[in-house]
């Protein structure tokens, strides 16, 4: 392609909104443009890294056994409505109305339409299991869309889902595009871990984030340093007791069994899902308050408060027993309510959407910080640790080392969750209408090329990975107006073209100065150089990534790039 015939604007200053190296060298390099806040174009030369990023993406779920599809953008809300989360997915959802004033959902996510899709169409146990998946544009009304691609409110993603007849073939399909992410990450070159973490709104059981290791990741990961050991630290989570005596709810009673090690666990013990948001599960067993953590800095909201406050005080009986109980900061936030309705104590404590960030202070006690006036020392009255660096880790093996994190893939197993609501069903081998049983698997497609230029860049710019670099060569013409500079550039072009490598042609009217700037800037992996030698059919071959450079003669030169 020759660059004087191509948009491929490129920038000496970063973008003042650009914080972080992925956004400013993207953006600088001509790779993307901001339309609005959260929300880019790509140029042609970002364009052909996307392409790329997908044909990796799409071989990799081919081999897993999907099948590509696409779905609407347009969702109608009766389909949300249907599971809830027209309401509960909140204002990330974008909303319009049509012109007889029928509400549809900007899709955020593919859920409803691919169970309503496969509710009508799927009968019998004999068509499963199934797996589809798309790769398309994403809506959501990020609260704060920033650093470029990393967190759009339209953005790529490849999403696919899963539909079972039984758990085992769930867990079957489910390992296959684990296998398929790590292969898609590594194949991207990317530094990754494969991370435990919680499978928050969605009820399911099983889930894993692909995390790669970033400082600019908003994810704190705990992993070990010699094992496969990994957990978003939302997941290494806290259980703490308090000893006390009052009547036990049976429910309750289960869920503080000691292997209620995780939010996950206490929620499924409890047998209720896990809403959106939740960081903290709080329930009083016989003689024990039992708190469940999950880490996270939040911000505290007066509902969200009530809903803590009424999930977690409900049962205590007395206002008295629960300010000793929890300290004083509970006992402010207003008179404490009895009931004896043991389901709803349960369900209150699942849906508490409760904001609490935790830490240590100097002298090493844990707090939990409900508001900013009313911290209260939980080490008083329990036994609370969370995993630190330098612990042993769970499994056994190696220590524990905190890496920060970004999620581009996410796997789960959803189970019944969607199908259940949504009324799928398929007859089995007796002719009864089961539940489908589904997972779903999305990667951040955008999010995962911005990932990779956070690994790979240097002072001067991009420095591409072969596999998705967006030409394999970058041929300049260094002063095109000498005509044995120019000759010999557009026979080396033709060339290179004609052997199938894809090559990027400097042959704009350009300072030799601007064209190498622009050339480490946009990060093509090969240099190749038409200057002064050229009568002498002598080019500079260089590679960007470690700077090597050779002389090499017209005759040699497809020899040393294929
Ligand atoms: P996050 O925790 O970063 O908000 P998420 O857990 O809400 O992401 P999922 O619902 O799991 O995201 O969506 C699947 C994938 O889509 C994510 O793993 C991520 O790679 C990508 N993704 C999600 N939100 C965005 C966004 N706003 N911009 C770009 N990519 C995103
Ligand atoms: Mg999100
Ligand atoms: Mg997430
Ligand atoms: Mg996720």
Redesign the pocket.
């Known amino acids: 392609m020759k660059q004087s015939e191509m948009l491929l604007p490129t920038l000496r200053e970063n973008p003042a909104d650009a914080e972080i190296k992925s956004h400013q060298l993207l953006v600088r390099a001509g790779f993307i443009r901001k339309v609005a806040s ?1 929300i880019y174009s790509f140029l042609p030369i970002g364009n052909r890294v996307l392409r790329k990023v997908e044909a990796i993406v799409r071989e990799e779920m081919e081999n897993a056994g999907a099948h590509e599809m696409n779905m609407t953008a347009l969702q109608p809300s009766e389909y949300w409505k249907e599971t809830g989360r027209w309401n509960t997915f909140g204002p990330e959802l974008m909303r319009i109305k049509d012109r007889h004033e029928r509400e549809f959902a900007l899709g955020a ?1 593919h859920e409803e339409e691919v169970t309503a899709i496969i509710r009508d169409e799927i009968k019998s146990y004999k068509q499963l299991p199934l797996s589809v998946y798309q790769i398309q544009n ?1 809506f ?1 009304d ?1 609260k704060r ?1 920033r650093f470029g ?5 339209e ?1 790529l ?1 490849k ?1 696919a889902y899963t539909f079972h007849d039984s758990y085992e073939s769930l867990d079957a399909s489910y390992e296959k595009m684990f296998t398929a992410y790590k292969n898609i990450f590594s194949r991207l070159g990317l530094n990754f871990r494969a991370v435990i973490a919680d499978s928050g709104a969605m009820g399911g059981k099983d889930t894993h ?1 692909f995390m790669v290791l970033s400082e600019v990741g ?2 704190t990961i705990a992993y070990s340093d010699s094992s496969e050991y990994a957990a978003n630290v939302e997941m290494a989570p806290v259980v703490t007791t308090y000893e006390k005596s009052t009547a036990a709810p049976k429910q309750m009673e289960k869920a503080a069994t000691p292997n209620c090690k995780s939010m996950q666990d206490a929620a499924d013990h409890l047998g209720h899902p896990l809403a959106e948001g939740i960081k903290a599960i709080m329930f009083k067993v016989d003689d024990k308050l039992v708190l469940v953590l999950s880490r996270g800095d939040h911000e505290i909201n007066d509902v969200k408060l009530k809903n803590l406050y009424d999930a977690s005080m409900i049962d205590l009986a007395t206002e008295e027993e629960t300010r000793e109980a929890m300290g004083a900061g509970f006992g402010s936030l207003g008179p404490v309510g009895a009931s004896g309705d043991l389901e709803v104590v349960a369900d209150k404590a699942v849906e508490a959407l409760v904001n609490v960030s935790c830490g240590a202070n100097e002298d090493g006690f844990h707090y939990v910080n409900v508001t900013p006036e009313h911290d209260f020392r939980i080490d008083q009255y329990a036994d609370l640790r969370f995993i630190e660096e330098g612990d042993p880790s769970p499994d056994g093996q190696g220590t524990i080392v905190f890496a920060k994190g970004i ?4 796997v789960f197993k959803l189970g019944t969750f969607y199908a259940e609501k949504m009324g799928a069903n398929f007859l089995d081998e007796n002719g009864k209408a089961i539940t489908l049983i589904m997972g779903c698997y ?3 497609v ?3 090329l911005a990932s990779v230029v956070e690994q790979y860049h240097d002072e001067q710019g991009i420095t591409w990975p072969k596999q998705i670099a967006p030409f394999q060569v970058h041929l300049l013409a260094l002063n095109v107006k000498k005509d044995e500079q120019k000759e010999l550039a557009e026979r080396l072009y033709t060339k290179l073209k004609n052997a199938g490598i894809e090559v990027l042609y400097d042959d704009r009217k350009e300072r030799a100065g601007v064209k190498f700037a622009d050339s480490d800037l946009i990060g093509v992996p090969l240099r190749i150089t038409v200057g002064k030698q050229a009568g002498e059919g002598i080019v500079e071959m260089k590679q960007r990534a470690n700077g090597e450079q050779q002389e090499v003669t017209e005759a040699e030169l497809l020899s040393k790039v294929t």
Not at 149 to 153: F, I, K, P
Not at 407 to 410: F, I, Q, R, T
């Open positions: 959260g996510t994403k959501r990020e869309p691609l990393l967190r759009g409110r953005f993603m999403d984030e908003e994810d999620e581009v893939g996410h999305g990667i951040g955008s999010r995962t």
